[in-house]
């Protein structure tokens, strides 16, 4: 009953955590001016912009000059702009590109199913790669603790916590990608993400964003397991027979994984984020890229939509990881006072 009432309070701040924040960003983008410029040749009318702007009721009044292109407009009140963008989406209209050059008067929702899948994929392998290297390496320098293999784990752990993925990404590509030619530079067009062609030109991308993770869960293993094995409870557990490794196992590995186990979800939010340059860097058309490109040309649907998918990734993940100390460990009565 407790996590049931914790769950329900913790889903409730969430939505209104996500109201505030998306509410905040669209008077924050709708307070820039207009980009939209007349280009002929294209194949639309040049003032075509400006008439999709005033149908979905961004701006009124628009005001022509001799040669018939609009030279002035009236905007909507901020806020009745919000509530028909608020309507908009309850009738499943989510909205379209206006001024993103790759994807004007395209579907956000569409655009944006077709680059979800690098995303997750990519995020997926990083986080199946790390989280076995990562945890392995964190037993093994608590097992050794203060030893010298402990001391050459740490010192990996510093350089690979203290550099960013982006200069993981440039070292990458040029020792592997450039020098050794092991994998492509970028990317490989297509949609056949499951082939061993695609998978390999992935890799790279992958390897930047897992290195830092993998730091950061050795370093969370290393630090609770070398405080749970000096418990005394461990050792109960050998003078009751069991070997050490029995021990750890058994008993210090179950209590570590109550601080692991939520680093590993936090760890994967974080990846997400640092996707952003990295799908830049290595050409991934993921939604990282979509989200990069629809800052630059200031296109009002596209930043709200995927402002409100990463706010949303983060809000959820939040719950979830707080949710997960209750299964971990049932002594933990989430809710409870």
Not at 56 to 62: A, F, H, M, P
Not at 112 to 117: R, Y
Not at 182 to 202: A, C, Q, V
Not at 250 to 265: C, D, K, T
Request: proline residues 4%; glycine residues 8%.
């Amino acid at each position: 009953m407790y996590m049931f009432k914790y769950i329900m309070k913790r889903i409730a701040l969430a939505i209104m955590s996500f109201c505030v924040i998306m509410v905040i960003c669209f008077v924050l983008i709708k307070l820039l001016p207009l980009t939209i410029t007349h280009q002929s040749g294209q194949g639309f009318d040049p003032n075509i912009d400006f008439i999709r702007f005033e149908a979905r009721g961004y701006i009124t009044n628009l005001r022509y000059n001799e040669a018939g292109l609009v030279v002035d407009y009236d905007r909507v009140p901020i806020m009745k702009q919000l509530w028909t963008y608020i309507v908009n989406i309850f009738h499943g209209d989510f909205g379209m590109g206006f001024a993103y050059k790759d994807y004007k008067f395209q579907n956000v929702w569409d655009v944006f199913v077709e680059h979800l899948p690098p995303t997750i994929l990519i995020n997926i392998y990083s986080t199946l790669i790390g989280v076995p290297i990562g945890i392995g390496l964190g037993i093994f320098a608590a097992l050794k603790k203060n030893k010298w293999q402990d001391q050459v784990i740490n010192v990996v752990i510093i350089l690979l916590v203290s550099l960013p993925s982006v200069v993981f990404g440039i070292l990458i590509q040029y020792v592997f990608c450039f020098k050794l030619g092991w994998f492509p530079l970028t990317m490989e067009s297509g949609y056949d993400y499951f082939t061993w062609k695609m998978f390999r030109s992935m890799i790279p991308a992958v390897f930047s964003l897992c290195l830092g993770s993998i730091a950061g869960y050795a370093r969370y293993t290393r630090a609770e397991l070398s405080e749970v094995l000096t418990s005394e409870f461990m050792l109960l557990a050998r003078t009751k027979g069991l070997t050490r490794g029995q021990a750890t196992l058994r008993h210090a590995m179950r209590n570590s994984m109550v601080v692991i186990f939520p680093s590993i979800l936090s760890e994967f939010i974080a990846v997400l984020s640092g996707s952003l340059i990295i799908e830049s860097m290595f050409s991934i058309p993921g939604v990282g890229g979509l989200y990069l490109g629809s800052i630059t040309y200031q296109d009002y649907d596209f930043f709200m939509f995927l402002s409100g998918f990463y706010c949303f990734v983060g809000l959820m993940a939040g719950i979830v990881v707080d949710i997960s100390y209750g299964f971990i460990d049932p002594r933990i009565k989430m809710g409870a006072k």
